[in-house]
């Protein structure tokens, strides 16, 4: 429990800084470390909450609603304190990576906006024009790319590639269904390497098969990652 609390609180704190200004590699290693943690020590099951495991067996936590009350040995309340305390902490942990994944895509589409942006003017404004079209896409590129900016990219494609291991990792554990509904967009995403992280993923869970990859909508075309 503490290892994986440890790790996710790195980890989140380490995305949360990321979109401001710490160095692009010591977010990428902490998010990508605690990724290979929850990896590791989740379980081959998915985690039923206790509450739901307790009304399956006719009573609740409390004993209330005419039931007796559930009474654990040992070594079972102390596997429950870890799924509960690990559940706690995947959580927040896939929370952080989802913030930090749309703050990158937001960075990657206003860079893609600036160089657009830049080209339009150089065509409207001619062959003159054509080095100050290309100095002002230079400038904004530099503009969008500084180093809050630059940080909240790195930040966003390293917890996208994390989603994406995990999902394709842990297919079966709790929060599948949620990274796949966060990935699906990815598909989209203006930074190819966050479209091909979320590509990759989703196309080992359908190969994979199995009810989560029915649950992958059908999208029209191919995704467009451009940077």
């Given at each position: 429990r503490s290892l994986v609390a440890e790790a996710s609180g790195t980890a989140s704190a380490a995305a949360g800084m990321?979109?401001?200004?710490?160095?692009?590699?010591?977010?990428?290693?902490?998010?990508?470390?605690?990724?290979?943690?929850?990896?590791?020590?989740?379980?081959?099951?998915?985690v039923r909450p206790f509450d739901e495991a307790a009304e399956s067996?006719?009573?609740?936590?409390?004993?209330?609603?005419?039931g007796a009350a559930v009474r654990l040995s040992a070594e079972v309340g102390a596997l429950r304190a870890f799924e509960g305390g690990?559940?706690?902490?995947?959580g927040a942990f896939l929370r952080a990576l989802l913030r930090a994944s749309d703050a990158g895509r937001s960075a990657s589409s206003s860079l893609i906006k600036a160089a657009a942006a830049a080209g339009k003017m150089g065509k409207e404004g001619g062959d003159n024009a054509a080095a100050a079209a290309a100095a002002s896409a230079s400038a904004s590129a530099s503009a969008a790319l500084s180093p809050a900016a630059a940080a909240r990219r790195a930040s966003g494609r390293a917890a996208t590639r994390a989603m994406g291991s995990l999902l394709s990792a842990l297919p079966h554990f709790n929060y599948s269904s949620d990274l796949l509904r966060a990935l699906v967009p990815r598909l989209d995403d203006p930074d190819r390497q966050c479209a091909s992280a979320a590509?990759?993923?989703?196309?080992?869970?359908f190969e994979a098969g199995g009810a989560l990859?029915?649950?992958?909508?059908?999208?029209?075309?191919?995704?467009?990652?451009?940077?």
């Open positions: 990321g979109r401001q200004q710490q160095d692009p590699r010591v977010t990428r290693l902490a998010i990508l470390s605690a990724a290979a943690v929850f990896r590791d020590v989740a379980p081959g099951y998915r067996a006719g009573s609740s936590f409390d004993g209330a609603g005419g690990l559940l706690s902490c995947y590509r990759d993923a989703i196309s080992s869970v990859a029915a649950a992958i909508p059908q999208r029209r075309g191919k995704s467009r990652g451009r940077a």
